[in-house]
Nanobody, 124 residues
Framework: QVQLVESGGGLVQAGASLRLSCAASGRTLSSRTVGWFRQAPGKEREFVAGIPWSSGSTYYADSVKGRFTISRDNARNTVYLQIDSLKPEDTAVYYC?????????????????WGQGTQVTVSS
């Protein structure tokens, strides 16, 4: 099992940027797809971005294309989520997750390893 730890969240004003990190330990991510999800109060957890580690290709939810960028650092076994032009509706707990079963997974049920989450709060 891979352990995931998110960091980088915080309270920011609308229009600012944040870079979230997801550090993996226990096992490498080389055979996995890593995804970022978010969950706002009272809402379901939603997929925002993913990256199959072996290919480095990226895929996104339509709602965040152009503002969110997922990337990886092989040496650090870490995945990042760059969020630009933050909006109040981006306020949520952001989670990273990993799966070895589905290459371009989007459903939370497809991911078996989860971090504890990092809070992002955007003020208007």
């Amino acid at each position: 099992q891979v352990q995931l730890v998110e960091s980088g969240g915080g309270l920011v004003q609308a229009g600012a940027s944040l870079r979230l990190s997801c550090a993996a330990s226990g096992r490498t991510l080389s055979s996995r797809t890593v995804g970022w999800f978010r969950q706002a109060p009272g809402k379901e957890r939603e997929f925002v971005a993913g990256i199959p580690w072996s290919s480095g290709s990226t895929y996104y939810a339509d709602s965040v294309k152009g503002r969110f960028t997922i990337s990886r650092d092989n040496a650090r076994n870490t995945v990042y989520l760059q969020i630009d032009s933050l909006k109040p509706e981006d306020t949520a707990v952001y989670y990273c997750a990993a799966t070895s079963s589905t290459y371009y997974a989007r459903s939370p049920q497809a991911f078996s390893s989860w971090g504890q989450g990092t809070q992002v709060t955007v003020s208007s």
